[in-house]
Nanobody
Framework: QVQLVESGGGLVQAGGSLTLSCAAS????????MAWDRQAPGEQREQVAL?????????ADSVKGRFTISKHSTENTVTTYLQMSSLEYEDTGVYYC?????????WGQGTQVTVSS
């Protein structure tokens, strides 16, 4: 089992920046990758960034060059960050941290990001 707790959401003006954090605990040594997904109002959830155990990353085209995913690992925890800059109104949504452990996904409770135009 992996537990995830997100933080860092809020209200920001277009063009601004925000950093989200996700703290993973539990069987963190089983985590193969972590990602940030977002769900805009009335839209399906989409993955915006992923970081693998060895550090390689993937980004959705809509956020390339504006978002950066990173992680910091200790013996018992893994914290993933999503640095978001040049935010756009379309980035508004609930952002969920996802951990992939032994083929199974685990999600946090989500954190709201609202970008005002």
């Amino acid at each position: 089992q992996v537990q995830l707790v997100e933080s860092g959401g809020g209200l920001v003006q277009a063009g601004g920046s925000l950093t989200l954090s996700c703290a993973a605990s539990g069987r963190v040594f089983t985590i193969d990758a972590m990602a940030w997904d977002r769900q805009a109002p009335g839209e399906q959830r989409e993955q915006v960034a992923l970081i693998r155990r060895e550090g390689s990353t993937n980004y959705a085209d809509s956020v390339k060059g504006r978002f950066t995913i990173s992680k910091h690992s200790t013996e018992n925890t893994v914290t993933t960050y999503l640095q978001m800059s040049s935010l756009e109104y379309e980035d508004t949504g609930v952002y969920y941290c996802t951990a992939y452990s032994m083929g199974s996904p685990y999600w946090g409770q989500g954190t709201q990001v609202t970008v005002s135009s």
